[in-house]
Antibody, heavy 122, light 106 residues
Framework: QVQLVESGGGVVQPGRSLTLSCAAS????????MHWVRQAPGKGLEWVAVISDDGSDKYYTHSVKGRFTISRDNSKATLYLQMNSLRAEDTAVYYC???????????????WGQGALVTVSS | SSDLTQPPSVSVSPGQTASITCSGD??????VCWYQQKPGQSPVLVISQDTKRPSGIPERFSGSNSGNTATLTISGTQAMDEADYFCQAWDSNTVVFGGGTKLTVL
């Protein structure tokens, strides 16, 4: 069965960096796009970024462009989100989600991880 | 950007039909998906591409999309359907979510 396990969350000071990982299993990772979606405490879902199956296409929400980088290692079936210059408003549970297709754009999320909490606070 | 508007809350009696709307400019020209999220859990896809129900999702869940409004319909609503529901679409290479609707089964 499909499993997505996020790790790397924690408490970090404003302006610092953090990298999240998402270990995938139960499907052919290299054949699917992957997303990061976040949810601030008590709030709705906010899409963060997407990467195509081969890593050639990447798209970001406006508020994280230039600060966050999505990447993947298909040999390790692992998705990453490098987060730099973190702000208090980046505090959220970060979910990795599997896309339904190879593509980045127009895909939807057919499986989600359990989430990793990132708290940005001094 | 394309905003998607959902009612903050919808209430329904057990066994009745619940309808949750998602509105956006020319939304009918895009594919809409719906996700269910119960407290403390990750979201679950319940409807993809406007009307498709993934394997394992009960038949009482259905979707439609036309004009400026997409609708998630739950027929014969059960207590276990009480959750937050989010619509989702693509706009200019970015994903947009609706603000979410809390479904209460009274």
């Amino acid at each position: 069965q499909v499993q997505l396990v996020e790790s790397g969350g924690g408490v970090v000071q404003p302006g610092r960096s953090l990298t999240l990982s998402c270990a995938a299993s139960g499907f052919n990772f290299r054949r699917y796009g992957m997303h990061w979606v976040r949810q601030a405490p008590g709030k709705g879902l906010e899409w963060v970024a997407v990467i195509s199956d081969d890593g050639s296409d990447k798209y970001y929400t406006h508020s994280v462009k230039g600060r966050f980088t999505i990447s993947r290692d298909n040999s390790k079936a692992t998705l990453y989100l490098q987060m730099n210059s973190l702000r208090a408003e980046d505090t959220a549970v970060y979910y990795c989600a599997k896309a339904d297709s190879r593509k980045a754009v127009t895909s939807y999320f057919d499986y989600w991880g359990q989430g990793a909490l990132v708290t940005v606070s001094s | 950007s394309s905003d998607l508007t959902q009612p903050p809350s919808v209430s329904v009696s057990p066994g009745q039909t619940a309808s949750i709307t998602c509105s956006g400019d020319k939304l009918g020209d895009k594919y809409v998906c719906w996700y269910q999220q119960k407290p403390g859990q990750s979201p679950v896809l319940v409807i993809s591409q406007d009307t498709k129900r993934p394997s394992g999702i009960p038949e009482r869940f259905s979707g439609s999309n036309s004009g400026n409004t997409a609708t998630l319909t739950i027929s014969g609503t059960q207590a276990m359907d009480e959750a937050d529901y989010f619509c989702q679409a693509w706009d200019s290479n970015t994903v947009v979510f609706g603000g979410g609707t809390k479904l209460t089964v009274l």
